[in-house]
């Protein structure tokens, strides 16, 4: 406390879980005093992800935290293996050579690690409090007001809260979110992966299918559920054992029906959450409190990391001025929107029903097998290596071409001309709904970079 008996510290980071904690360790290594606000003690209720890709593991390299994940039991994992479906060889996807292993590691064993790594640190301080306001001076935030009514300034508040932010409500900043569907995620023992060391993407069912290893001897299952499925335990176990267990190979198949007639298993909602800016003058947001994807693709902790990494370099080179948070702002995007992209539209495509989503989901797998160069760029896209919209669209632009091209010969082969004519202009609509959301979240970003430099000149 100073003088007055208010805390001052350099930055506030607003929650204490995954992308706080690392906030807190990037912030540090900056050489910023960091105060964390989180008043849980233990792991937050409800599934978190588990999985970082190897541009994420790279970083809590950087920021002291990798050896703490890896004495908790952090698995390597490999890259991804993608089935079809339960009687076809899956398309294995490594990360490429360069990028290294990614981590998997149970989600609240992952905080503990952080928790440790930070709380130890000089210049860090973990407080069991919660943020129930900003404090502002002029129309700049300068801290935050906790639950128990003191007031803690700083130069930076950090927005660490989560998908459903509450600081992010307290800075204005709008938001968009879509409910997609719901997750069941059984914890599974023993080596039951159809390939060990990789997560294993299976389709086939009314949701894709995503297991992994989470541990020495452990594997999740995440399970796409649609929303509109019914609701109540008995319910939706019976849902899992007649359109779910069939799709499976050996012995996942049989791991997760006997999981299914045990106890209780964690559920999760899975929003797309989207947000045009996370910037204001003194305040930033990171991690899913600046917006969320699928978890099928797994990018999210990844994503928060990058966050940490970004805002950290800003903040050296600029201190905590407006232009530094506005140069966070921008990067992060660029970023963030490819992440955003790739996640909707594997989703779509591998959930999808109709005759354009099969299609293209034939034409992904086709494109896959046939092609290293297109396992090897939907990989860097996927993982974060490679964080160009561009990129996605164009490795998308050739799917599609795949798929349209094999949706005539299949119907020239089997002589149903009227089938080509009634699946190619829904293959088109699906990929041109894809490619319009990809044209908006690029204008969207051009169009805050456009507005950010116009309020910029004229402050």
Same mark, same amino acid.
């Given at each position: ?22 906030? @807190? ?5 900056? +050489? &910023?005093?960091?105060?964390? #606000?989180?008043?849980?003690?233990? !792991?937050? %209720? /409800? =599934? ?8 994420? @593991? ?5 920021? +002291? &935290?990798?050896?703490?994940? #890896?004495?908790?039991?952090?698995? !390597?994992? %490999? /890259? =991804? ?15 490429? +050579?360069?990028?290294?292993?990614? #981590? ?356």
């Amino acid at each position: 406390m100073d003088a007055t008996g208010l805390g001052v510290t350099d930055a506030v980071v607003v929650g204490g879980g995954f992308a706080g904690l690392a906030a @807190a360790a990037g912030l540090s290594s900056a +050489g &910023l005093r960091v105060t964390v #606000l989180e008043p849980r003690e233990g !792991p937050p %209720r /409800g =599934f978190r992800g588990e999985l970082i890709h190897p541009p994420g @593991a790279r970083l809590t390299g950087t920021f +002291g &935290l990798e050896e703490g994940l #890896l004495r908790g039991g952090a698995e !390597p994992v %490999r /890259g =991804f293996a993608a089935f079809a479906s339960p009687d076809q060889p899956p398309v294995l996807l490594p990360y490429s +050579g360069a990028s290294g292993f990614g #981590l998997g590691l149970e989600h609240g064993e992952m905080l503990a690690a952080f928790r440790s790594a930070v709380q130890g640190r000089r210049g860090v301080d973990v407080v069991a409090a919660r943020a129930e306001d900003v404090v502002r001076g002029g129309d700049r935030v300068r801290g935050v007001r906790t639950d128990r009514g003191e007031e803690i300034r700083a130069d930076l508040v950090v927005g660490a809260d989560g998908r459903h932010s509450r600081l992010r409500g307290l800075l204005g900043l709008p938001t968009r979110s879509t409910l997609l569907s719901y997750s069941i995620v059984p914890a599974l023992d023993g080596d039951v992966l159809p390939q060990p060391g990789f997560g294993n993407v299976l389709l086939g069912a009314p949701g894709p299918i995503l297991a992994y290893p989470f541990g020495k001897g452990r594997v999740r299952m995440v399970i796409d559920v649609p929303s509109e499925a019914a609701q109540g335990r008995d319910a939706i176990a019976a849902l899992l054992r007649e359109r779910y267990v069939p799709v499976l190979p050996e012995p996942l198949r049989g791991a997760l029906r006997r999981a299914l007639e045990g106890g209780p298993f964690a559920g999760a909602a899975n929003h797309a959450i989207s947000t045009e800016s996370c910037a204001v003058p003194g305040a930033v947001l990171v991690g899913d409190a600046g917006g969320c994807s699928h978890p099928l693709t797994a990018t999210g902790m990844t994503a928060a990391l990058h966050d940490v990494k970004t805002l950290a370099d800003c903040l050296r080179a600029g201190g905590a001025t407006d232009a530094a948070l506005l140069s966070y702002e921008k990067r992060r995007y660029r970023f963030v929107r490819a992440r955003e992209l790739f996640s909707q539209a594997l989703y779509d495509v591998f959930r999808g029903d109709g005759p354009g989503p099969r299609a293209l989901r034939d034409g992904v797998f086709h494109y896959w097998r046939e092609s290293d160069r297109a396992r090897r760029a939907s990989m860097d896209i996927l993982s974060g290596d490679d964080s160009s919209a561009l990129s996605f669209a164009s490795e998308y632009c050739r799917v599609v071409g795949i798929s349209g091209w094999g949706t005539v010969a299949s119907a020239l082969r089997r002589r149903e001309i009227r089938s080509a004519a009634r699946n190619l202009p829904a293959l088109l609509a699906a990929a041109g709904d894809c490619l319009g959301l990809a044209v908006d979240k690029v204008r969207s970003t051009v169009a805050m970079e456009r507005t950010r430099r116009l309020e910029t000149a004229c402050s």
